[in-house]
């Protein structure tokens, strides 16, 4: 008999985490395991990528109202959501004042949970799973809304960078069997903030087919929106726009880089809340002929192919699924000094390490733009390295023995 499995993420929007999740069910053997998906909302880019085998569960009303505007919350009459949720944002700024923290308040997701979840209806209730699997934090839904003998947490955040009440979010995490962090550098973050939970704590990486990134990436053509301009060094990132990835100092790091001489297009792929914030400092720099916002893109693969080096300029990172994702395209790699970056890739043998500070991002891009013989080495070392991981799911496995 199958073991059944269930998986739940809020949805499947452009994200790494997102990415991750689709490499996952495509790495699971579906002759000895049945998948169960629930996806709090439908729809998203990476939507149609669930593998046919997936048994997808209906989409329930109201956790939809979870990702909702309050205005849309209050439209569809869901006012005990729109009072926890507002309650709840109220907490997470009260601790946050309280703490006198200078990290990103990541709090605000645990109350936001703590006060909706038991306003949910459970999830498939009938049936007890052998494994649940929380992709994304936190687990209050996991833990309270599906019944299953064994349950683990996702860990794809570096706690190093957030503030969180630890005392106040413990008996959540507690609550899972197991909780999988995606590096040893997230795993070795989390355990500091939470150092009871070390002997729970293994580490299962972002899954990742490089049969199926370098097939998407022959998909299209992308030549008209990559200028193909000879002498153009064409710069390419991807990423939700948010704090974590620093696009919106992208415009001042690449006026430097035009500024010591070097002809250059930065284009981002990605979408989110910092959108303003980037075109305002476009036009600050006056860079808009330099950095060219490419939007969402369901499939950025033949975008990163088209491009000579795949910038990664994040103040913080879990493990960003995109930098394997260009180093499986063959493409030179940099990344700023993040907390995790060691944990991303061997400094000068598949891609490098720069400063995150504008001046020395802008020093270590133009350095590596330059040396043209340290690019093409790292080339041949990508392409001497198997970056396939889809042994990976064999952890999953184990945990179900």
């Given at each position: 008999m199958k073991k059944r499995i269930f998986i739940t993420t809020q949805y499947l929007e452009i994200g790494g985490i997102e990415r991750s999740l689709i490499g996952l069910l495509n790495a699971i053997d579906y002759s000895l395991y049945e998948v169960d998906l629930f996806l709090y909302r439908h729809g998203g880019e990476f939507f149609s990528m669930i593998p046919r085998e997936v048994?997808?569960?209906?989409?329930?009303?109201?956790?939809?109202?979870?990702?909702?505007?309050?205005?849309?919350?209050?439209?569809?009459?869901?006012?005990?959501?729109l009072l926890a949720r507002v309650y709840a944002k109220w907490k997470a700024d009260r601790y946050y004042r309280r703490s006198k923290s200078t990290k990103e308040n990541f709090s605000v997701f645990h109350y936001i949970s703590k006060y909706t979840t038991p306003l949910l209806p459970e999830i498939n209730p009938d049936t007890e799973y052998d494994l649940a699997i929380g992709f994304i934090s936190p687990f209050h839904i996991l833990r309270d809304k599906v019944k299953a003998r064994k349950k683990i947490g996702w860990i794809h955040t570096d706690f190093s960078t957030l503030e969180v009440n630890?005392?106040?979010?413990?008996?959540?995490?507690?609550?899972?069997?197991?909780?999988?962090?995606?590096?040893?550098?997230?795993?070795?973050?989390?355990?500091?903030?939470?150092?009871?939970?070390?002997?729970?704590?293994?580490?299962?990486?972002?899954?990742?087919?490089?049969?199926?990134?370098?097939?998407?990436?022959?998909?299209e053509d992308v030549s008209s929106e990559i200028s193909d301009d000879k002498g153009v060094v064409k710069l390419c990132s991807v990423g939700r726009f948010s704090k974590a990835k620093n696009f919106d100092n992208v415009p001042f790091i690449c006026k430097k880089l035009v500024e010591a001489g070097l002809n250059v297009r930065w284009y981002i792929i990605g979408y989110g809340g910092d959108e303003a914030l980037i075109r305002k400092n476009i036009e600050s720099a006056g860079m808009g002929k330099n950095v060219i916002l490419l939007g969402m893109k369901r499939n950025p693969y033949p975008y990163m192919r088209a491009c000579d080096i795949y910038v990664q300029p994040s103040r913080y990172e879990g493990k960003a699924v995109t930098v394997r994702e260009a180093q499986i395209l063959y493409k030179p790699v940099v990344i700023t000094n993040f907390p995790t970056a060691q944990s991303q890739l061997t400094d000068g043998v598949d891609g490098i390490i720069i400063p995150m500070d504008n001046d020395g991002a802008a020093k270590g891009l133009s350095d590596f733009i330059k040396n043209e013989e340290l690019q093409s080495q790292i080339m041949i070392n990508l392409h001497d390295h198997d970056y396939g991981n889809e042994t990976e799911v064999e952890k999953i496995y184990n945990l179900l023995k």
């Open positions: 048994n997808l569960l209906p989409e329930a009303k109201k956790y939809t109202m979870l990702l909702s505007p309050l205005t849309v919350v209050l439209k569809n009459g869901y006012i005990d959501i630890s005392i106040e979010e413990q008996p959540v995490w507690a609550a899972c069997d197991y909780l999988s962090a995606v590096s040893d550098s997230v795993k070795t973050a989390f355990t500091k903030a939470f150092p009871s939970l070390l002997d729970r704590i293994i580490v299962i990486e972002n899954i990742l087919s490089p049969a199926f990134v370098r097939d998407q990436a022959l998909k």
